[in-house]
């Protein structure tokens, strides 16, 4: 190794580093949406821990975290209750032969707090868990045809993934598309799918990425109970990414909608990899029947997180907390927005914010804000809607929206460059 080639290693940072190692052994050196290479410039790929609403890259910079790994993170990373109950059970077995005890508490804790739920079966990802709601949907009802919302999220598997690489057009050959909060094009898809309706599957708010956030409207939410109701066929609520940061109960119980099959995952165990289907006994009898399995979906250690979880999602009144949290950062952008006499639009509910730029299309503001606020320790994200936790505080809030009045900064630096 020469003295040059010595000295530019040294200066490397660790994640650099450890991303070229990566490119050496694993495909494109990351896959899906954890790759950093979509992120703006300096987001770090790799990370060495977390602690709250903190996370630290492997090169030791602290961030305040506002995607909590992407949703799963409802309590805060490593929350000292959730760890000793996954820890305590850990201690006994894990990847058993069988399911433990625990994965019967767990089930009897989502049918008691779900107002909807006869009954869940659980799985490991929420891939799974929408995939095990259609195919039941399908053996309940006899039939193919399942609508979904154009643009609509529901996993990485080729019957619902956003990329076309390596899938057929068969394996979407019964897909009906509509638009979100559209009723008229909701039912003009169920008259498409005529007599062959299996299920209408359904986020819990139209949470596309890259535009404006939707939350369902009361005449959707009902349409689209009716028009199941008078079809004979399975309501499918996608919480995913929204399951418990809401309403514990599910995101449609406000409205008076209740499912008769939910896909639940990401935070139900607090960053556990765990996914559930619920539903109700319309469903009960299809759900014995179908074939859906994993080596890993019995585990009772994220089962045993999962209990704690929902414990104190219910007796904290998790969702008002980060609610409120969620306004303060909200008002606290358009604040700061208005002072830099910088056009935004905030869309969405404030547990799950998303921050666009006007203007934007090319999403070069959004990019330099986030790239900036990074840099002064807040970890935004310019296109996917965000995610806060409990453990998030007013503090922590108000120390971010200093890192992003440094975004802001540098955002009227660009559009003054631009205008000249």
Not at 89 to 113: I, R, S, Y
Not at 138 to 147: I, M, P, Q, S
Not at 233 to 246: K, P, S, T, Y
Not at 374 to 400: C, K, T, V, W, Y
Request: proline content about 4%.
């Amino acid at each position: 190794m020469t003295e040059h080639t010595m000295l530019s290693s040294e200066t490397q940072t660790a994640d650099a580093m450890l991303r070229a190692r990566a490119k050496r052994v694993v495909p494109g050196g990351m896959w899906g949406h954890l790759n950093a290479a979509r992120l703006p410039e300096g987001y770090p790929q790799f990370f060495a821990s977390a602690e709250g609403c903190r996370v630290r890259d492997v090169d030791g910079r602290e961030y305040i975290d506002f995607m909590c790994s992407w949703g799963p993170i409802l309590l805060g990373h490593r929350h000292p209750e959730v760890q000793a109950a996954a820890e305590a059970q850990a201690a006994k077995g894990d990847c058993l032969n069988g399911p433990g005890e625990v994965m019967v508490e767990l089930a009897e804790d989502l049918v008691a707090m779900l107002p909807h739920a006869d009954w869940a079966m659980f799985q490991k990802n929420g891939g799974d868990a929408t995939t095990c709601c259609v195919t039941i949907a399908r053996a309940g009802t006899g039939r193919r045809k399942v609508l979904v919302a154009r643009g609509s999220y529901h996993g990485a598997l080729p019957w619902c993934s956003p990329s076309v690489a390596g899938v057929t057009a068969e394996d979407r050959a019964h897909l009906v598309h509509f638009e979100y909060n559209d009723v008229q094009s909701l039912r003009a898809a169920v008259e498409e799918a005529g007599k062959d309706l299996a299920a209408v599957l359904v986020t819990a708010f139209r949470h596309d990425m890259g535009r404006d956030l939707e939350l369902p409207t009361k005449e959707f939410a009902a349409a689209t109970r009716a028009a199941c109701d008078a079809a004979d066929a399975a309501l499918i609520i996608d919480e995913v990414r929204a399951g418990l940061r809401l309403d514990t109960r599910g995101s449609w119980e406000a409205f008076g909608v209740r499912p008769d099959l939910c896909a639940w995952s990401k935070a139900i165990a607090n960053g556990y990899a765990l996914a559930a289907v619920t539903g109700n006994d319309r469903f009960r009898e299809a759900a014995t029947k179908v074939f859906v399995t994993g080596s890993f979906w019995c585990g009772t250690v994220a089962m045993a997180a999962a209990r704690t979880t929902l414990r104190i999602a219910r007796e904290a009144d998790v969702p008002s907390h980060i609610r409120a949290m969620g306004m303060r950062l909200r008002e606290g952008l358009a604040s700061l927005a208005n002072e830099y006499g910088i056009a935004i639009r905030q869309s969405g509910p404030p547990q799950m914010p998303l921050m666009l730029f006007e203007a934007d299309p090319e999403v070069r503001k959004g990019r330099v804000f986030c790239s900036v606020a990074l840099r002064h320790g807040a970890f935004f994200h310019p296109q996917h809607n965000m995610f806060l936790s409990s453990a998030h505080r007013a503090s922590d809030i108000d120390e971010a929206l200093q890192a992003a009045s440094h975004g802001f900064k540098a955002v009227r630096k660009l559009e003054a460059r631009s205008n000249r």
